[in-house]
């Protein structure tokens, strides 16, 4: 079964503190995305990434990095976490190519920041 | 840009009512048009798709038509289940590539027996 893995449901950080959110796909796909997912606004893309080591910034990928060393990980990285940065996040993986290819995402995780 | 309009839920049914969320998107180009579910506490998972003008996406009762001239793709279920609240979200994508997806802002159905 086709799987999209976060490490964490929930995280509740300061502000400043430096936040990492891991997913990992076990489906071999190239593309991997980042989204933030807030009430009203639907999901917005923050990064994502076709390849090990390349990425690509979305529509709002201020205050944030990521990180992909290996084909089935894809990291989010807040610099210095602040309260606007309070959200759902939410990792997807896709196949790449030509065709249509559906996005596979994980189950989320809530990050609180104080 | 290309962008998604849903209507605003939250849309409130009793249990075997019929059910419709609009869903309209300005791009310039052909996209493909999808609606993914997301249940409480989980992520997103695709629903239905469907990537030409007047194709039919159909899953799990739930169905809806690329409609290219009034650039529309509504949500339809004829008789809905207290299973089926969730908040359902309309996309679209171009090919040829990294498959991006944009979103709509997502309607909450909430189905009570």
């Known amino acids: 079964d086709v799987k999209v893995t976060q490490s964490s449901r929930y995280l509740v950080k300061r502000t400043g503190e430096k936040v990492f959110l891991e997913c990992v796909q076990d489906m071999d796909h190239e593309n991997m995305f980042w989204y933030r997912q807030d009430p009203g606004l639907g999901l917005r893309l923050i990064y994502f990434s076709y390849d090990v080591k390349m990425k690509e910034k979305g529509d709002i990928p201020e205050g944030y990095s990521v990180s992909r060393e290996k084909k089935e990980r894809f990291s989010l990285i807040l610099e210095s976490a602040s309260t606007n940065q309070t959200s759902m996040y939410l990792c997807?993986?896709?196949?790449?190519?030509?065709?249509?290819?559906?996005?596979?995402f994980g189950p989320g995780t809530r990050l609180t920041v104080t | 840009g290309d962008s998604v309009t849903q209507m605003e839920g939250p849309v409130t049914l009793s249990e075997e009512a019929f059910l419709t969320i609009n869903c309209t998107y300005t791009a310039t180009g052909y996209p493909s048009l999808f609606w993914y579910v997301q249940y409480p506490g989980e992520g997103l998972q695709l629903l239905l798709k469907a990537t030409k003008a007047d194709d039919k996406g159909s899953n799990k009762g739930f169905e809806a038509t690329y409609r290219k001239e009034t650039t529309s793709f509504h949500l339809e279920k004829g008789s809905v289940q207290v299973s089926d609240s969730a908040v359902y979200f309309c996309?679209?994508?171009?090919?040829?590539?990294?498959?991006?997806?944009?979103f709509g802002a997502g309607t909450r159905l909430a189905v009570h027996p």
């Open positions: 996309a679209l994508m171009f090919s040829g590539g990294y498959n991006k997806l944009i």
């Open positions: 997807a993986s896709s196949d790449m190519g030509l065709a249509v290819y559906e996005q596979y």
